[in-house]
């Protein structure tokens, strides 16, 4: 899922503004969204990992990270599509 924010916008705004988009469209997929989880809301799985919202459906989980520099983030930092 790619956004794409207002290049007029404080960095700050189009982080909440790309926050507010993912939400909506997991909400409108019938997720129930944290949008800004605690630690102890974050799955063992995922232990050390800060995610934006995490989207959960089910026994279905989806951790979220906006990127907010093209360079934030490298392929050490990626967390396993299958995790144990």
Do not use: C
């Amino acid at each position: 899922m790619t956004m794409h924010t207002n290049s007029h916008s404080s960095p700050g705004q189009a982080v909440e503004d790309a926050l507010d988009r993912v939400a909506a469209e997991y909400r409108d997929e019938g997720y129930e969204v944290i949008v800004r989880p605690q630690v102890d809301q974050v799955p063992a799985f995922a232990a050390g990992f800060r995610p934006d919202p995490i989207a959960t459906r089910g026994n279905e989980r989806v951790l979220i990270a906006i990127k907010r520099l093209v360079n934030e983030w490298s392929e050490e930092d990626s967390i396993s599509k299958n995790p144990r």
